[in-house]
């Protein structure tokens, strides 16, 4: 079988699944936070505050692994003769459901991806966080039966798919010439966490390349959460889903392997136990997912093949991510923040308004 053609097939499919489960508890052995190998949310989140976008010191990081997604994508785009730069569609809107997204995953503390890392890793309060994701994701396909449509995309300049893969090697390169310092929070421009689990990181190069190498495969095998719920609820496909539930089998025997795996809901790392928040904030993420077309990791998989509305999505959830520190949205192992609940009501009728207000009639 020709290499182009490998991994969308299923069992090339449930290997990048497979691969996924590896790395992000082999990540986390080597350094990164508890049942956070990998999480696009938390991540972004992180990545915002080494911007100075928000003063939370403690998730504070230029996260390699989000660089190495968007990279990685880019050059498997190139090498398949796949990058093809486009936008147009409602910008503002996904712009708007980057927002929520971040704002429903920050509440749950984690992406579809860290839910199922945690489930993995033993967290039995990713449970709700799982059922809520299915739940939003339900009521999306529910808006796309009915002709919920953001629109179609244009072919647009090469240059104009550049900008976030450059955006992201920026970010790489101020890393490099502004690293951390010793006991200190702050150098000349990016901020560094010191304690919390923006200090909790595998080395630079570790992080990169896994980066690079999930971004490659990822992009070649179209990996989605969101679009693995959405096939399986609206058209019985289960492709995609044999990759989430390799991601999970794969995650947990490694994280058995490592002696990483604590099962129990009481004392989880970067987990709360309000449950039904863990739902609703997971409902809200999972809604504007399937509104936007895509999980996070897939929204970095297409913006390395060119694609600018993913691009405003991603960011939509980095400034998401700030608005959430800087304005009491964000959980804590500690509960929901003081205008959390609040945020997740907000963001949810947002959402409904935007599935029903932007359907097209269906003859």
Not at 83 to 99: Q, Y
Request: aromatic fraction near 12%; charged fraction near 10%; charge should be positive.
């Amino acid at each position: 079988m020709r290499l182009k053609n490998l991994f969308s097939t299923r069992w090339g499919i449930i290997s990048v699944g497979a691969v996924i489960g590896i790395l992000a508890p082999v990540l986390q052995k080597l350094g990164n936070p508890g049942n956070m190998g990998i999480c696009v949310a938390c991540f972004e989140r992180d990545i915002a505050g080494a911007i100075g976008m928000h003063r939370a010191a403690v998730v504070q990081y230029m996260r390699p692994e989000i660089i190495g997604f968007v990279l990685g994508s880019m050059i498997a785009a190139y090498a398949f003769k796949e990058f093809r730069p486009r936008l147009g569609s409602a910008p503002i809107v996904r712009f708007v459901l980057g927002v929520f997204a971040m704002t429903g995953a920050l509440v749950f503390l984690g992406c579809p991806w860290r839910a199922m890392l945690r489930l993995a890793g033993g967290d039995g309060n990713a449970v709700p966080g799982l059922l809520g994701l299915i739940f939003g994701i339900w009521i999306g396909t529910l808006f796309l039966k009915k002709g919920y449509n953001l629109g179609r995309t244009q072919k647009t300049h090469t240059a104009a798919g550049w900008v976030m893969p450059l955006i992201m090697l920026g970010f790489l390169i101020l890393m490099l010439i502004f690293p951390q310092i010793d006991g200190q929070e702050k150098n000349d421009i990016l901020f560094y966490s010191l304690k919390g689990p923006g200090a909790m990181h595998a080395a630079l190069i570790v992080s990169l390349i896994a980066g690079l190498f999930i971004g490659f495969i990822a992009q070649r095998s179209r990996f989605c959460t969101m679009g693995a719920f959405r096939d399986t609820l609206l058209f019985r496909q289960t492709h995609l889903l044999s990759g989430v539930i390799s991601l999970i089998v794969f995650a947990f025997i490694a994280n058995l392997i490592l002696s990483q795996f604590n099962p129990g809901f009481e004392g989880q790392p970067v987990a709360h136990t309000m449950h039904v928040w863990n739902f609703f904030g997971m409902t809200l993420a999972g809604l504007a997912f399937a509104l936007a077309g895509g999980c996070p990791g897939r929204q970095l998989f297409l913006v390395g093949e060119g694609d600018g509305d993913s691009a405003v999505f991603v960011f939509g959830m980095i400034v998401g991510a700030a608005f959430a520190h800087n304005f009491g949205l964000a959980s804590s192992p500690n509960g929901v923040g003081p205008h959390g609940i609040a945020a997740v009501i907000v963001g949810i009728v947002v959402c409904l308004l935007i599935g029903f207000t932007m359907r097209k009639k269906i003859a």
